[in-house]
């Protein structure tokens, strides 16, 4: 039996979220549960468990590091891998980010065969 998986996929653009969502299709056994934005994303960590968070840092509301500094205090989720995917390249953006609990930072345009073998890494999965 092959184990279950469940991402949240925090992004507020729909059409960068499809495309997320589409190259993790390609992962078996990974749920994929969409928000458009940080507390959209609180709101879906409350009601479930997940097994990581992708998120991006531009978002009206809630910006992605104060999601990740929330997900770092939050009992249930506090050990959940969250990977980043940002515009955001600065060397102090990413710094940052891992800082306060990130574990993986890619910056866009992102590749399908890299997004998906970040996830299998913090995953697990072979």
């Known amino acids: 039996m092959l184990e279950e998986y469940t991402c949240l996929i925090v992004e507020d653009s729909p059409m960068m979220r499809q495309l997320i969502v589409f190259a993790l299709g390609r992962i078996r056994n990974l749920?994929?549960?969409e928000a458009d934005d940080g507390v959209d994303g609180l709101?879906?960590?409350?009601?479930?468990k997940f097994d990581l968070v992708i998120t991006d840092i531009n978002m009206p509301i809630m910006d992605g590091l104060k999601l990740v500094k929330r997900i770092r205090t939050d009992a249930v989720h506090k050990d959940v891998p969250i990977m980043i995917i940002t515009t955001e390249?600065?060397?102090?953006?990413?710094?940052?980010?891992?800082?306060?609990?990130a574990n993986e930072y890619i910056t866009k345009p992102?590749?399908?065969p890299?997004?998906?073998?970040?996830?299998k890494e913090l995953l697990k999965i072979q």
């Not at 390249?89 to 609990?101: F, K, N, V």
């Not at 890299?114 to 996830?119: D, E, R, T």
């Open 110 to 112: 992102i590749q399908a």
């Open 43 to 48: 709101k879906r960590l409350a009601a479930g």
């Open 89 to 101: 390249g600065a060397a102090e953006d990413r710094q940052r980010a891992l800082q306060l609990g």
């Open 114 to 119: 890299q997004v998906i073998s970040k996830v």
């Open 31 to 33: 749920k994929v549960i």
